[in-house]
Protein backbone atom coordinates (compact mmCIF):
# COMPACT_ATOMS: atom_id res chain seq x y z
CA UNK A 1 0.00 0.00 0.00
CA UNK A 2 1.86 3.21 -0.70
CA UNK A 3 2.09 6.16 1.59
CA UNK A 4 -0.75 8.81 1.61
CA UNK A 5 0.09 12.32 3.53
CA UNK A 6 -2.47 12.19 6.69
CA UNK A 7 -3.82 15.32 5.12
CA UNK A 8 -5.60 13.09 2.49
CA UNK A 9 -6.28 10.06 4.51
CA UNK A 10 -9.99 9.25 4.70
CA UNK A 11 -10.44 12.69 2.83
CA UNK A 12 -14.63 11.43 1.50
CA UNK A 13 -15.10 10.35 5.49
CA UNK A 14 -14.01 13.92 6.57
CA UNK A 15 -15.91 15.42 3.97
CA UNK A 16 -18.77 13.20 5.10
CA UNK A 17 -18.89 14.37 8.62
CA UNK A 18 -17.92 17.63 8.08
CA UNK A 19 -21.55 19.14 9.16
CA UNK A 20 -21.42 17.03 12.41
CA UNK A 21 -21.27 18.47 15.71
CA UNK A 22 -17.16 18.08 17.12
CA UNK A 23 -17.56 16.82 20.76
CA UNK A 24 -15.50 18.01 22.85
CA UNK A 25 -14.95 17.00 26.69
CA UNK A 26 -12.78 17.61 29.81
CA UNK A 27 -10.66 15.72 31.38
CA UNK A 28 -13.18 15.43 34.23
CA UNK A 29 -16.58 14.99 32.11
CA UNK A 30 -18.48 12.42 32.34
CA UNK A 31 -21.49 13.22 30.15
CA UNK A 32 -23.05 16.19 28.15
CA UNK A 33 -21.82 18.39 25.55
CA UNK A 34 -22.37 21.93 25.10
CA UNK A 35 -22.63 25.44 23.10
CA UNK A 36 -19.81 27.83 22.90
CA UNK A 37 -20.24 31.79 22.99
CA UNK A 38 -16.60 32.52 22.31
CA UNK A 39 -15.54 31.96 18.61
CA UNK A 40 -12.03 30.30 18.88
CA UNK A 41 -8.68 31.04 17.58
CA UNK A 42 -8.77 27.64 15.20
CA UNK A 43 -12.01 27.17 13.77
CA UNK A 44 -14.87 24.80 15.30
CA UNK A 45 -18.32 23.66 14.69
CA UNK A 46 -20.97 24.47 17.08
CA UNK A 47 -21.83 22.27 19.73
CA UNK A 48 -25.01 21.20 21.14
CA UNK A 49 -26.32 21.90 24.12
CA UNK A 50 -27.55 19.62 27.04
CA UNK A 51 -31.04 19.84 27.86
CA UNK A 52 -31.89 20.30 31.63
CA UNK A 53 -34.68 21.28 33.72
CA UNK A 54 -35.57 24.69 34.07
CA UNK A 55 -32.94 26.36 35.72
CA UNK A 56 -33.81 28.98 38.32
CA UNK A 57 -33.62 32.76 37.54
CA UNK A 58 -33.03 35.45 39.66
CA UNK A 59 -35.05 39.08 39.24
CA UNK A 60 -31.63 40.97 38.81
CA UNK A 61 -30.46 41.90 35.31
CA UNK A 62 -27.59 39.44 34.09
CA UNK A 63 -26.06 39.60 31.41
CA UNK A 64 -27.24 38.98 27.58
CA UNK A 65 -25.64 38.72 24.58
CA UNK A 66 -28.29 40.80 22.38
CA UNK A 67 -27.65 43.75 24.85
CA UNK A 68 -23.99 43.58 24.56
CA UNK A 69 -23.92 43.13 21.09
CA UNK A 70 -26.55 46.00 20.46
CA UNK A 71 -24.07 48.43 22.64
CA UNK A 72 -20.66 49.95 22.01
CA UNK A 73 -20.86 49.43 26.50
CA UNK A 74 -18.19 47.46 28.38
CA UNK A 75 -19.36 43.40 28.35
CA UNK A 76 -19.95 43.92 32.19
CA UNK A 77 -22.44 46.71 31.31
CA UNK A 78 -25.75 45.94 33.08
CA UNK A 79 -24.32 42.37 34.69
CA UNK A 80 -25.03 42.23 38.26
CA UNK A 81 -24.42 38.69 40.06
CA UNK A 82 -27.06 37.03 40.89
CA UNK A 83 -26.22 36.20 44.10
CA UNK A 84 -27.02 39.85 45.32
CA UNK A 85 -30.83 39.08 44.57
CA UNK A 86 -31.82 39.29 48.27
CA UNK A 87 -34.19 36.58 47.33
CA UNK A 88 -31.40 34.26 45.85
CA UNK A 89 -31.30 31.87 48.83
CA UNK A 90 -34.97 31.24 48.34
CA UNK A 91 -35.30 30.82 44.60
CA UNK A 92 -31.95 28.47 44.55
CA UNK A 93 -32.80 26.16 47.21
CA UNK A 94 -36.59 25.58 45.52
CA UNK A 95 -34.51 25.10 42.19
CA UNK A 96 -32.45 22.49 44.39
CA UNK A 97 -35.28 20.58 45.80
CA UNK A 98 -37.09 20.60 42.32
CA UNK A 99 -33.86 19.11 40.55
CA UNK A 100 -32.60 17.32 42.93
CA UNK A 101 -33.86 13.65 41.55
CA UNK A 102 -32.21 14.92 38.16
CA UNK A 103 -29.14 15.77 40.01
CA UNK A 104 -28.98 12.44 41.56
CA UNK A 105 -29.13 10.44 38.69
CA UNK A 106 -25.60 12.26 37.13
CA UNK A 107 -24.01 9.97 39.82
CA UNK A 108 -21.38 8.02 38.42
CA UNK A 109 -21.43 4.43 40.18
CA UNK A 110 -18.60 3.11 38.08
CA UNK A 111 -16.41 5.65 39.79
CA UNK A 112 -15.15 4.76 43.12
CA UNK A 113 -12.39 6.62 45.29
CA UNK A 114 -13.09 4.83 48.30
CA UNK A 115 -10.07 4.94 50.39
CA UNK A 116 -7.76 7.47 48.56
CA UNK A 117 -6.31 9.48 51.24
CA UNK A 118 -6.11 13.36 50.74
CA UNK A 119 -3.49 14.71 52.65
CA UNK A 120 -3.20 18.89 53.21
CA UNK A 121 -0.66 20.49 55.16
CA UNK A 122 -0.63 24.41 56.22
CA UNK A 123 -1.42 27.01 58.38
CA UNK A 124 -5.44 27.77 59.10
CA UNK A 125 -6.50 25.65 56.91
CA UNK A 126 -10.11 26.09 56.04
CA UNK A 127 -12.78 24.08 57.48
CA UNK A 128 -15.50 24.46 54.44
CA UNK A 129 -16.09 20.97 53.05
CA UNK A 130 -18.26 20.15 49.86
CA UNK A 131 -19.75 16.80 49.08
CA UNK A 132 -21.69 18.53 46.17
CA UNK A 133 -21.06 21.27 43.53
CA UNK A 134 -24.18 22.23 45.02
CA UNK A 135 -23.01 22.52 48.76
CA UNK A 136 -21.76 26.13 48.01
CA UNK A 137 -23.24 28.79 45.97
CA UNK A 138 -20.97 29.35 42.66
CA UNK A 139 -23.39 31.90 41.27
CA UNK A 140 -26.08 31.17 39.18
CA UNK A 141 -24.72 30.52 35.40
CA UNK A 142 -21.59 27.95 37.06
CA UNK A 143 -24.41 26.61 38.82
CA UNK A 144 -26.44 25.92 35.20
CA UNK A 145 -23.26 25.17 33.35
CA UNK A 146 -22.19 22.39 35.84
CA UNK A 147 -25.45 20.97 35.63
CA UNK A 148 -25.39 20.74 32.15
CA UNK A 149 -22.14 19.37 32.21
CA UNK A 150 -23.71 16.41 34.29
CA UNK A 151 -21.72 16.91 37.24
CA UNK A 152 -22.62 16.30 40.77
CA UNK A 153 -19.92 14.83 42.97
CA UNK A 154 -16.43 16.93 43.15
CA UNK A 155 -13.31 14.12 42.40
CA UNK A 156 -11.33 14.46 45.02
CA UNK A 157 -8.46 17.06 44.21
CA UNK A 158 -11.60 19.00 43.55
CA UNK A 159 -13.32 18.14 47.28
CA UNK A 160 -9.99 19.52 48.64
CA UNK A 161 -8.94 22.27 46.22
CA UNK A 162 -12.26 24.53 45.82
CA UNK A 163 -12.53 25.60 49.11
CA UNK A 164 -9.24 26.83 49.67
CA UNK A 165 -9.13 28.80 46.84
CA UNK A 166 -12.50 30.31 47.53
CA UNK A 167 -10.88 31.18 50.53
CA UNK A 168 -8.00 33.42 48.86
CA UNK A 169 -5.14 31.01 50.00
CA UNK A 170 -2.10 30.01 47.44
CA UNK A 171 -1.52 26.14 46.73
CA UNK A 172 0.17 23.66 45.58
CA UNK A 173 -1.52 20.87 44.32
CA UNK A 174 -0.31 17.21 43.77
CA UNK A 175 -2.57 14.96 42.18
CA UNK A 176 -2.85 11.73 40.04
CA UNK A 177 -2.86 12.42 36.47
CA UNK A 178 -6.65 12.36 35.41
CA UNK A 179 -8.09 13.47 38.83
CA UNK A 180 -10.00 16.79 37.63
CA UNK A 181 -7.11 19.51 38.90
CA UNK A 182 -8.93 21.63 35.60
CA UNK A 183 -12.04 22.07 37.28
CA UNK A 184 -10.63 22.28 40.85
CA UNK A 185 -9.44 25.33 39.76
CA UNK A 186 -11.25 27.07 37.12
CA UNK A 187 -14.46 26.73 39.18
CA UNK A 188 -13.57 28.64 42.14
CA UNK A 189 -11.94 31.32 39.60
CA UNK A 190 -14.98 31.71 37.65
CA UNK A 191 -17.18 32.36 40.35
CA UNK A 192 -14.82 34.75 41.69
CA UNK A 193 -14.82 36.85 38.41
CA UNK A 194 -18.77 36.58 38.43
CA UNK A 195 -18.77 37.97 41.73
CA UNK A 196 -16.61 40.68 41.21
CA UNK A 197 -16.72 42.08 38.02
CA UNK A 198 -13.22 43.54 36.51
CA UNK A 199 -13.42 47.14 35.99
CA UNK A 200 -13.69 48.55 32.13
CA UNK A 201 -9.75 48.75 31.85
CA UNK A 202 -9.24 47.78 27.94
CA UNK A 203 -6.91 50.23 26.23
CA UNK A 204 -7.51 50.79 22.20
CA UNK A 205 -6.49 53.73 21.12
CA UNK A 206 -3.98 54.31 17.46
CA UNK A 207 -5.27 50.65 16.70
CA UNK A 208 -3.49 48.98 19.31
CA UNK A 209 -5.18 46.73 22.00
CA UNK A 210 -4.13 46.38 25.30
CA UNK A 211 -5.96 44.05 27.70
CA UNK A 212 -5.76 43.14 31.20
CA UNK A 213 -6.33 39.59 32.43
CA UNK A 214 -8.12 38.87 35.66
CA UNK A 215 -6.83 35.01 35.73
CA UNK A 216 -3.79 34.27 34.01
CA UNK A 217 -3.19 30.39 32.95
CA UNK A 218 -0.12 29.10 32.02
CA UNK A 219 0.59 25.73 30.64
CA UNK A 220 3.77 24.07 29.27
CA UNK A 221 2.25 23.29 25.95
CA UNK A 222 0.22 24.58 23.19
CA UNK A 223 -2.32 21.04 23.28
CA UNK A 224 -2.80 21.36 26.69
CA UNK A 225 -2.94 25.16 26.74
CA UNK A 226 -6.00 24.17 24.39
CA UNK A 227 -7.78 21.96 26.67
CA UNK A 228 -8.17 24.19 29.44
CA UNK A 229 -9.41 26.93 27.24
CA UNK A 230 -12.19 25.00 25.93
CA UNK A 231 -13.14 24.31 29.59
CA UNK A 232 -13.35 27.96 29.99
CA UNK A 233 -15.37 28.14 27.39
CA UNK A 234 -17.64 25.72 28.21
CA UNK A 235 -18.30 26.67 31.85
CA UNK A 236 -18.84 30.50 31.27
CA UNK A 237 -21.61 30.30 28.90
CA UNK A 238 -24.44 32.35 28.78
CA UNK A 239 -21.66 34.79 30.92
CA UNK A 240 -20.07 38.19 30.14
CA UNK A 241 -16.71 36.35 30.72
CA UNK A 242 -14.22 36.07 27.83
CA UNK A 243 -11.55 32.97 27.31
CA UNK A 244 -8.49 33.51 25.37
CA UNK A 245 -5.44 31.08 24.37
CA UNK A 246 -2.52 32.42 23.69
CA UNK A 247 0.58 30.14 22.09
CA UNK A 248 3.10 30.02 19.74
CA UNK A 249 3.21 28.63 16.73
CA UNK A 250 0.19 30.52 15.67
CA UNK A 251 -0.15 33.55 14.12
CA UNK A 252 0.08 35.84 16.39
CA UNK A 253 -2.47 38.85 14.94
CA UNK A 254 -5.83 36.68 14.93
CA UNK A 255 -4.62 35.54 18.56
CA UNK A 256 -4.56 39.57 19.29
CA UNK A 257 -7.56 40.02 17.41
CA UNK A 258 -9.30 37.73 19.70
CA UNK A 259 -8.19 39.56 22.99
CA UNK A 260 -9.10 42.33 21.55
CA UNK A 261 -12.80 41.34 21.30
CA UNK A 262 -12.22 41.07 25.26
CA UNK A 263 -10.39 38.66 27.71
CA UNK A 264 -10.51 38.13 31.57
CA UNK A 265 -9.34 34.36 31.50
CA UNK A 266 -5.87 34.23 29.65
CA UNK A 267 -4.08 30.59 28.78
CA UNK A 268 -0.64 31.13 27.54
CA UNK A 269 2.30 29.56 27.05
CA UNK A 270 5.24 31.73 28.03
CA UNK A 271 7.13 32.50 25.15
CA UNK A 272 4.02 34.07 23.64
CA UNK A 273 2.50 35.76 27.01
CA UNK A 274 6.56 37.35 27.31
CA UNK A 275 6.17 38.65 23.70
CA UNK A 276 3.01 40.31 23.96
CA UNK A 277 3.94 41.72 27.34
CA UNK A 278 6.82 43.13 25.68
CA UNK A 279 4.60 44.63 22.68
CA UNK A 280 2.14 45.67 25.49
CA UNK A 281 -0.62 44.38 24.06
CA UNK A 282 -1.07 42.44 27.44
CA UNK A 283 -0.69 44.07 30.82
CA UNK A 284 -0.48 42.15 34.18
CA UNK A 285 -1.68 45.14 36.17
CA UNK A 286 -5.32 43.37 36.91
CA UNK A 287 -4.29 39.22 37.47
CA UNK A 288 -6.00 38.46 40.43
CA UNK A 289 -5.17 34.65 39.72
CA UNK A 290 -1.54 33.26 38.57
CA UNK A 291 -2.52 29.43 37.66
CA UNK A 292 0.64 27.27 36.68
CA UNK A 293 -1.02 23.64 35.14
CA UNK A 294 1.32 21.08 34.68
CA UNK A 295 4.25 23.45 37.18
CA UNK A 296 6.57 21.10 37.71
CA UNK A 297 6.86 20.30 34.03
CA UNK A 298 7.33 23.62 33.05
CA UNK A 299 10.14 24.54 35.38
CA UNK A 300 11.43 21.15 34.26
CA UNK A 301 11.46 21.74 31.13
CA UNK A 302 13.61 24.93 30.88
CA UNK A 303 11.11 27.72 31.40
CA UNK A 304 12.43 28.94 34.92
CA UNK A 305 14.01 32.37 33.54
CA UNK A 306 10.65 33.19 31.53
CA UNK A 307 8.22 32.38 34.67
CA UNK A 308 10.68 34.06 36.46
CA UNK A 309 10.53 37.54 34.06
CA UNK A 310 6.39 36.93 34.44
CA UNK A 311 6.53 37.00 37.91
CA UNK A 312 8.41 39.67 38.22
CA UNK A 313 7.25 42.03 35.60
CA UNK A 314 6.73 45.47 37.09
CA UNK A 315 2.75 45.33 36.29
CA UNK A 316 2.28 42.24 37.65
CA UNK A 317 0.93 42.09 41.74
CA UNK A 318 3.44 40.80 43.55
CA UNK A 319 3.56 37.62 45.90
CA UNK A 320 0.70 37.95 48.90
CA UNK A 321 -1.02 40.49 46.68
CA UNK A 322 -2.08 37.90 44.37
CA UNK A 323 -3.29 34.21 44.56
CA UNK A 324 -1.01 31.91 43.35
CA UNK A 325 -1.86 28.21 42.29
CA UNK A 326 0.39 25.68 41.24
CA UNK A 327 -0.95 22.52 39.76
CA UNK A 328 0.84 18.99 38.52
CA UNK A 329 0.72 15.15 38.71
CA UNK A 330 4.55 15.18 40.55
CA UNK A 331 6.28 17.56 43.12
CA UNK A 332 10.34 16.61 43.48
CA UNK A 333 11.49 18.39 46.10
CA UNK A 334 13.98 20.39 44.03
CA UNK A 335 10.84 21.70 42.33
CA UNK A 336 8.81 22.49 45.87
CA UNK A 337 12.12 24.76 46.87
CA UNK A 338 11.90 26.29 43.27
CA UNK A 339 8.43 27.05 42.84
CA UNK A 340 7.92 28.35 46.78
CA UNK A 341 9.64 31.52 45.35
CA UNK A 342 6.03 32.25 43.62
CA UNK A 343 3.88 31.45 46.80
CA UNK A 344 2.94 33.11 49.76
CA UNK A 345 1.67 31.24 52.67
CA UNK A 346 0.72 28.39 50.51
CA UNK A 347 -1.39 25.10 51.41
CA UNK A 348 -0.05 21.98 50.03
CA UNK A 349 -2.43 19.19 48.91
CA UNK A 350 -1.46 15.72 48.04
CA UNK A 351 -4.06 13.17 46.55
CA UNK A 352 -3.40 9.81 46.46
CA UNK A 353 0.29 8.85 46.07
CA UNK A 354 2.18 12.00 44.13
CA UNK A 355 3.78 10.52 41.33
CA UNK A 356 1.46 7.46 41.19
CA UNK A 357 -0.98 5.71 38.55
CA UNK A 358 -4.77 5.03 39.20
CA UNK A 359 -5.77 1.59 40.16
CA UNK A 360 -8.55 1.90 37.21
CA UNK A 361 -5.62 1.54 35.07
CA UNK A 362 -4.50 -1.73 33.88
CA UNK A 363 -0.58 -1.77 33.49
CA UNK A 364 0.81 -4.83 31.42
CA UNK A 365 4.40 -4.85 31.40
CA UNK A 366 6.09 -6.76 28.45
CA UNK A 367 9.70 -7.65 27.49
CA UNK A 368 10.04 -6.88 23.86
CA UNK A 369 13.54 -7.07 22.00
CA UNK A 370 14.38 -3.29 20.09
CA UNK A 371 14.58 -5.75 16.42
CA UNK A 372 11.11 -7.07 16.93
CA UNK A 373 9.10 -4.59 18.32
CA UNK A 374 7.23 -4.20 14.92
CA UNK A 375 6.26 -7.39 15.10
CA UNK A 376 4.97 -7.19 18.69
CA UNK A 377 2.76 -3.98 18.06
CA UNK A 378 1.13 -5.87 15.77
CA UNK A 379 0.56 -8.73 17.88
CA UNK A 380 -0.56 -6.21 20.83
CA UNK A 381 -3.13 -4.63 18.28
CA UNK A 382 -4.33 -7.76 17.65
CA UNK A 383 -5.18 -9.11 21.03
CA UNK A 384 -5.85 -6.02 23.56
CA UNK A 385 -7.39 -3.05 21.34
CA UNK A 386 -10.96 -3.68 20.22
CA UNK A 387 -12.48 -2.43 17.43
CA UNK A 388 -13.42 1.05 17.77
CA UNK A 389 -11.28 1.58 20.99
CA UNK A 390 -8.99 5.11 20.61
CA UNK A 391 -5.64 4.22 21.49
CA UNK A 392 -2.41 6.60 22.14
CA UNK A 393 1.30 4.65 20.83
CA UNK A 394 4.38 6.36 22.52
CA UNK A 395 7.74 6.60 20.80
CA UNK A 396 10.73 8.76 21.75
CA UNK A 397 11.56 10.67 18.87
CA UNK A 398 9.78 12.24 15.81
CA UNK A 399 11.46 9.76 13.19
CA UNK A 400 10.19 7.37 15.17
CA UNK A 401 7.16 8.30 15.01
CA UNK A 402 6.96 8.68 11.22
CA UNK A 403 8.35 5.24 11.26
CA UNK A 404 6.10 3.59 12.83
CA UNK A 405 2.88 5.56 11.38
CA UNK A 406 3.95 4.11 7.78
CA UNK A 407 4.46 0.61 9.12
CA UNK A 408 0.94 0.63 10.84
CA UNK A 409 -0.79 2.45 8.00
CA UNK A 410 0.90 -0.08 5.32
CA UNK A 411 -0.78 -2.58 8.07
CA UNK A 412 -4.64 -0.95 7.09
CA UNK A 413 -4.73 1.04 10.47
CA UNK A 414 -6.34 4.08 10.24
CA UNK A 415 -3.47 6.14 12.15
CA UNK A 416 -1.74 9.42 12.32
CA UNK A 417 0.80 11.24 14.59
CA UNK A 418 1.66 14.08 16.15
CA UNK A 419 5.14 15.20 17.33
CA UNK A 420 7.36 18.37 17.22
CA UNK A 421 7.69 18.73 13.79
CA UNK A 422 4.49 18.78 12.73
CA UNK A 423 2.91 22.47 12.42
CA UNK A 424 0.14 23.22 14.86
CA UNK A 425 -2.66 23.30 12.29
CA UNK A 426 -1.38 19.85 11.03
CA UNK A 427 -1.22 18.51 14.93
CA UNK A 428 -5.05 20.11 15.42
CA UNK A 429 -5.84 18.70 12.32
CA UNK A 430 -4.92 14.91 13.40
CA UNK A 431 -6.05 15.87 16.77
CA UNK A 432 -9.66 16.70 15.51
CA UNK A 433 -9.64 13.38 13.60
CA UNK A 434 -9.03 11.18 16.48
CA UNK A 435 -11.48 12.86 18.24
CA UNK A 436 -14.08 12.66 15.88
CA UNK A 437 -13.17 9.22 15.76
CA UNK A 438 -11.88 9.25 11.97
CA UNK A 439 -8.73 7.52 12.84
CA UNK A 440 -8.32 4.80 15.69
CA UNK A 441 -4.54 4.93 16.48
CA UNK A 442 -2.42 8.35 17.43
CA UNK A 443 1.21 7.89 17.44
CA UNK A 444 2.90 10.62 19.88
CA UNK A 445 6.07 11.52 21.14
CA UNK A 446 6.05 13.62 24.71
CA UNK A 447 4.84 16.87 23.30
CA UNK A 448 1.71 15.17 23.44
CA UNK A 449 1.98 12.97 26.81
CA UNK A 450 1.09 16.32 28.87
CA UNK A 451 -1.29 18.27 26.73
CA UNK A 452 -2.95 15.04 25.08
CA UNK A 453 -6.81 15.14 27.51
CA UNK A 454 -9.05 13.09 25.62
CA UNK A 455 -11.63 11.39 28.10
CA UNK A 456 -12.30 8.27 26.20
CA UNK A 457 -8.71 7.00 25.26
CA UNK A 458 -9.18 3.40 25.90
CA UNK A 459 -5.55 2.38 25.61
CA UNK A 460 -2.58 3.75 25.81
CA UNK A 461 0.64 1.43 24.58
CA UNK A 462 4.25 2.58 25.29
CA UNK A 463 6.42 1.17 22.71
CA UNK A 464 9.12 3.05 23.72
CA UNK A 465 9.67 3.19 27.35
CA UNK A 466 10.56 6.62 28.65
CA UNK A 467 14.06 7.67 30.46
CA UNK A 468 12.40 8.72 33.27
CA UNK A 469 9.66 7.15 35.52
CA UNK A 470 7.49 10.57 35.66
CA UNK A 471 7.18 10.29 32.07
CA UNK A 472 5.68 6.72 32.47
CA UNK A 473 3.46 8.23 34.62
CA UNK A 474 2.03 11.13 32.64
CA UNK A 475 1.99 9.25 29.80
CA UNK A 476 -0.53 6.24 31.78
CA UNK A 477 -2.09 9.12 32.74
CA UNK A 478 -3.94 9.51 29.19
CA UNK A 479 -6.61 6.70 30.05
CA UNK A 480 -8.34 5.55 32.93
CA UNK A 481 -9.32 9.82 32.81
CA UNK A 482 -11.76 10.30 36.27
CA UNK A 483 -12.14 7.29 37.38
CA UNK A 484 -12.86 5.41 34.33
CA UNK A 485 -11.14 2.13 33.60
CA UNK A 486 -8.09 2.19 30.94
CA UNK A 487 -5.56 -0.37 29.76
CA UNK A 488 -1.62 0.58 29.97
CA UNK A 489 1.26 -2.14 27.98
CA UNK A 490 4.54 -1.18 28.40
CA UNK A 491 7.57 -2.57 26.37
CA UNK A 492 10.85 -2.97 27.67
CA UNK A 493 14.14 -3.69 27.49
CA UNK A 494 17.74 -3.66 28.44
CA UNK A 495 17.46 -0.19 26.75
CA UNK A 496 15.80 0.95 30.33
CA UNK A 497 15.98 -2.01 32.34
CA UNK A 498 16.89 0.68 34.88
CA UNK A 499 13.89 1.88 35.46
CA UNK A 500 12.20 -1.20 36.27
CA UNK A 501 12.70 -1.24 40.59
CA UNK A 502 10.22 2.09 40.51
CA UNK A 503 7.89 0.75 37.88
CA UNK A 504 7.61 -2.03 40.20
CA UNK A 505 6.80 0.17 42.79
CA UNK A 506 4.66 1.87 40.94
CA UNK A 507 2.34 -1.12 40.13
CA UNK A 508 2.67 -2.32 43.57
CA UNK A 509 1.14 0.85 44.73
CA UNK A 510 -1.51 0.28 41.96
CA UNK A 511 -2.66 -2.80 42.78
CA UNK A 512 -1.41 -4.72 39.77
CA UNK A 513 -0.36 -7.83 39.07
CA UNK A 514 3.51 -8.05 38.96
CA UNK A 515 5.12 -11.30 36.71
CA UNK A 516 7.50 -13.24 38.05
CA UNK A 517 10.20 -12.22 35.52
CA UNK A 518 9.84 -8.72 36.24
CA UNK A 519 10.22 -9.13 39.89
CA UNK A 520 13.19 -11.21 39.26
CA UNK A 521 14.76 -8.32 37.22
CA UNK A 522 13.80 -6.15 39.87
CA UNK A 523 15.92 -7.52 42.41
CA UNK A 524 18.89 -8.12 39.96
CA UNK A 525 19.16 -4.84 39.45
CA UNK A 526 18.57 -3.40 43.29
CA UNK A 527 21.97 -6.12 43.94
CA UNK A 528 24.61 -4.07 42.78
CA UNK A 529 23.53 -0.60 44.48
CA UNK A 530 22.61 -2.53 47.70
CA UNK A 531 19.54 -0.67 48.18
CA UNK A 532 15.75 -0.15 46.68
CA UNK A 533 16.89 2.55 44.35
CA UNK A 534 17.29 2.62 40.84
CA UNK A 535 20.20 5.02 38.86
CA UNK A 536 17.18 7.70 38.11
CA UNK A 537 16.12 8.08 41.61
CA UNK A 538 14.66 6.86 45.10
CA UNK A 539 11.28 5.90 45.67
CA UNK A 540 9.14 4.50 48.77
CA UNK A 541 5.82 3.55 49.29
CA UNK A 542 4.77 7.07 50.76
CA UNK A 543 5.69 8.63 47.29
CA UNK A 544 9.16 10.80 48.84
CA UNK A 545 11.21 10.02 46.66
CA UNK A 546 11.86 11.93 43.11
CA UNK A 547 7.77 12.61 42.91
CA UNK A 548 7.96 14.98 45.83
CA UNK A 549 4.51 12.77 47.60
CA UNK A 550 4.78 14.86 50.49
CA UNK A 551 5.18 19.00 51.54
CA UNK A 552 8.77 19.69 52.16
CA UNK A 553 8.18 22.21 54.88
CA UNK A 554 6.78 19.66 57.41
CA UNK A 555 9.80 16.79 57.29
CA UNK A 556 11.60 15.79 60.60
CA UNK A 557 15.14 16.89 61.58
CA UNK A 558 17.13 13.92 63.05
CA UNK A 559 16.27 15.73 66.39
CA UNK A 560 12.32 14.65 65.15
CA UNK A 561 11.48 18.12 65.21
CA UNK A 562 9.22 19.69 62.29
CA UNK A 563 11.60 21.17 60.07
CA UNK A 564 10.44 24.65 59.23
CA UNK A 565 13.90 26.36 58.50
CA UNK A 566 12.32 26.38 54.47
CA UNK A 567 8.75 26.61 55.46
CA UNK A 568 7.35 30.42 54.40
CA UNK A 569 4.46 29.66 57.74
CA UNK A 570 4.42 28.15 61.10
CA UNK A 571 4.39 24.45 60.22
CA UNK A 572 1.56 22.42 61.70
CA UNK A 573 1.30 18.38 62.07
CA UNK A 574 -0.23 17.21 58.78
CA UNK A 575 -4.05 17.45 58.55
CA UNK A 576 -6.02 14.45 56.54
CA UNK A 577 -9.20 14.73 55.32
CA UNK A 578 -11.44 11.63 55.86
Known amino acids: MAYVPPHLRNKEKTTIMKGEPTPISPCFSKKGTYKSDHIPITSRTPQPSRSSSTIYRSDTPTFTRRNNRSTN ?69 LDHNIFKAGFYHPMPVQKATIPIVLAKRDLMSCA ?121 RMLDMGFEPQI ?60 VEEEIKQEAILDVLGEFVGKGQKTVIFVETKRGADILENYLYDHGYKVDSIHGDRSQADRDFSLKRFKENVIQLLVATDVASRGLDIPDIEVVINYDMPNEIESYVHRVGRTGRAGKKGTAITFINEKTQNLIPPLVSLLEEAKQTIPDWLEEKAQEYRKPFGSKRGRKGGYNRRGAGRFGGRDRRYERRRDNEWDNARSVSTPIKPHMFD
Not at 225 to 245: H, K, L, M, N
Not at 324 to 330: E, I, R, V, Y
Open 73 to 141: KDRWYGYRDSREDPKRLEKRNQWLEETKEEREKLIDVTVSYENLEIEVTGKDLPKDTIETFYDIDLGEE
Open 308 to 367: REICEDNEMPPVGKRQTLMFSATFPKQIQRLAADFLDDYVFITVGRAGSTVESIQQIILW
Open 176 to 296: QTGSGKTAAFLFPIISDILKNPPMPRQSNFSHRVTVFPVALILAPTRELGQQIYEEAVRFTEDTPIRSVCVYGGSDSYTQIQEMGKGCDILVATPGRLLYFTEKKIVSLSSVRYLIFDEAD
